[in-house]
């Protein structure tokens, strides 16, 4: 049974252009919620998909985008990058049955130059 | 809004001691708490959770840890390190909306564990 899997594993982009991150959830899991973290911080939550669907949003502008599929698979994307939207994103899968553990994958290294 | 404090930012203990890390939360609401381990480059790996009931949860890899109301605490315990439990352990609340099934993670600035052989 794979775990959450997310692609690529390292990413380099230049300031001003857009990226796509993508996301596979535990299987059973039709959850997605997305989250950053900076070097040296904790992870901060971007937003959660359901039923393809944004459910609830952070505190995250809105050069941060999302997209959830039938597969329940998800895309992270950001528009307009700054040099400050480098960092780890980290997607992790639930159930929506509620009082579900959420499943991280490994992540995606985003650096922006 | 909730919050979560870790106290410590990098703790040093010799293999084979006992280890305590501390971790206080707010929440209006009864919590979902959790502690997450990090290795370098890794991502989050759960190691224990409290919903409800027994306030002394135990974890994987021989970690426990203890919710206590009164004092907004959710510790995290082991009582004889390991080499290999050096990483970084985050402290989660989990904000659950309402009618709805899931939750939203809140994450401390984690605490850096390394081990002195």
């Known amino acids: 049974d794979a775990g959450v899997t997310q692609s690529p594993t390292h990413l380099i982009k230049t300031r001003g252009q857009q990226v796509t991150l993508r996301c596979s959830p535990k299987s059973g899991h039709d959850t997605v919620s997305w989250y950053q973290q900076a070097l040296g911080q904790g992870p901060q939550f971007i937003f959660q998909y359901y039923e393809e669907e944004e459910r609830q949003r952070g505190n995250f502008p809105d050069r941060f985008s999302g997209h959830q599929f039938p597969n329940y698979s998800s895309e992270l994307n950001v528009n307009a990058l700054l040099l400050g939207d480098s960092a780890l994103y980290l997607c992790?899968?639930?159930?929506?049955?509620?009082?579900?553990?959420?499943?991280f994958g490994p992540g995606t290294r985003l650096l922006v130059l | 809004a909730q919050s979560v404090t870790q106290p410590d930012i990098h703790i040093t203990v010799s293999e084979g001691a006992s280890l305590e890390l501390r971790c206080n939360y707010s929440?209006?609401?009864?919590?979902?708490l959790f502690w997450y381990v990090q290795s370098p480059g890794q991502g989050l790996q759960l190691l224990l959770k409290y919903f409800s009931g027994d306030t002394l949860v135990q974890g994987i890899k021989g970690f426990e840890a203890e919710f206590k109301r009164s004092q907004s605490s959710f510790n995290l315990r082991k009582p004889s390190v390991h080499w290999s439990d050096a990483a970084e352990y985050f402290c989660?609340?989990?904000?659950?909306?309402?009618?709805?099934?899931?939750?939203?993670?809140?994450f401390g600035k984690g605490t850096k564990l390394s081990v002195i052989p």
């Open positions: 992790a899968s639930s159930s929506n049955r509620g009082r579900e553990t959420q499943y």
């Open positions: 989660a609340v989990g904000a659950a909306y309402s009618g709805a099934g899931s939750y939203q993670l809140t």
């Open positions: 929440y209006g609401a009864t919590p979902y």
